[in-house]
Structure formats: C-alpha cells, structure tokens
C-alpha cells in the first residue's frame, strides 16, 4: 500500500496507540552498508526521528519513547560516544522551534545527570522551554536501563518503608511502578525494534509486559512514515488480551 492508502487505513480504524515506544537500531549497519562512517547513520537516524515524531503528533499518539542512549552504549569506541553526545547537542538545539511550533513536551528518562555537561544543560534548556506544551510527550531514554530503573526504584522504596511512607503490605502492582521513571505516563501499548534484531535490550522491562512488539527489519535511519504505518496496522490486526481470554468467538460458537 502507498503512504496515503497506510495512512487512511489506519486513521479510518480509529485504534491509534496512546504509547509507542522505539528501539532505534541498525544506524551503524546502514552507515555500512552505504560504505559510510557510523556517525552518519547516527546523523541520519536523527532524520527518522524527526520524521516519526511529527507523524506521531499528526495521529494525535500521547507519548512517543525512543530508546535513544542506554547506560550499555558507553562501553563503545570513545570517538563514537564523543560523536553521539556532539551529535545530541546540536539536534537539541536545531530542532527546538520545530519542536515548539509543532506543541511537543520533552521528556528524559534514565540518568540525565551523569551526562556530559553541554548535552545534559542542551536536554535541560529543551525541556524547560517546552514545558508547557499540551501535544505529543517525545521521552528520550539516555544513559537508561530497565534493570538500573528497577533497582532505582526498589532502593526508592527501602527509604520510604524506613521512613514509615508506605509499609510492605502497601506494596504491590499498582503502588510500585509510583518509583518508575515513568511513573506519570501511560505503559507503552506498542514497542517497535528496527533493524532485525529480536530483543529487547533492557528496555522498560516492567512497562512492556502487556506491549504489543513489532519488529521489523527496516534501519532506523530508513524508518519513515510508511513503516510507522504498516507497524500500527499491525497493532490495530491484533487483540490485546492482557491474559484473558479472547473477546472474539470462535467458529465453533459461531
């Protein structure tokens, strides 16, 4: 199907998601496969994310989060670390009016603060002029990990227990996930990883337990809206059960 015919489809279903989440994979690979440096499919990558963010906006999707930086990526090259912090700096600072213009909020998750100095006072800056915005929430997960989250939030809850906040008999699905770095937004209703790869790569492991997952081959950097579409018209073919059984009959009680 063409973009247009994507887009009409799954307008026309209705069943948009309020919370897709990104894994942002292959832009080393596709760098590769073009016989360019990796940094330039990290620039090109940077392209796609403008290009979903708007589309998501445009759909009316409440919260986008892209797996942008995990505490696992600085073990890389310190050229290429160096790169994506310069590389961080400068989009930041580029698309801010786009941003603001298009009435995104911007949000960070993971620790912000062990980041170099000009990314981290680039994503603060960002994040207070957009503040106010009313539109799409765009969650940059940097320096983040799921396991890191948990914990954070497990020592969270010791201190509260100590300090007679809540008791252990408080604690449950429902308080708990109060300690997430998510705490204020919804559980992503659908995870999308480029690239190939069938993993999740210690990604918002307590969010996704009821996600829908959607991989697909495709580089980030050549993720654009016809693949954005096709992967909610996937969502939208599928039934979310969250364990129970299915709503629609089978043939059988037809």
Known sequence: MKEKELLDAIESNGNIPRHIAIIMDGNGRWAKS???PRVAGHREGINSVRVITEACGELEVEYLTLYTFSKENWARPKSEVSALMKLLVETIRREIEDLM???VRLHVIGHMEDLPDAPREALQEGIDILKNNTGLNLV???NYGARAEILDAFLSVC???????ITID????ISFPKYL???DMPD???????SGEYRISNFLL???AYSEIYFTPVFWPAFRRPELYEAIMDYQNRERRFGKVSLKKSEAEK
């Open 181 to 183: 770095y998510t705490a």
């Open 159 to 165: 201190i509260d227990i100590e300090k007679g906040k």
């Open 188 to 194: 992503p209703d659908m995870v999308i990883r480029t």
């Open 170 to 173: 408080e604690l449950n699905e």
């Open 140 to 142: 940059l997960a940097l």
């Open 206 to 208: 307590w969010q996704i």
């Open 101 to 103: 213009k298009n009435n």
């Open 34 to 36: 073009k016989f360019l």
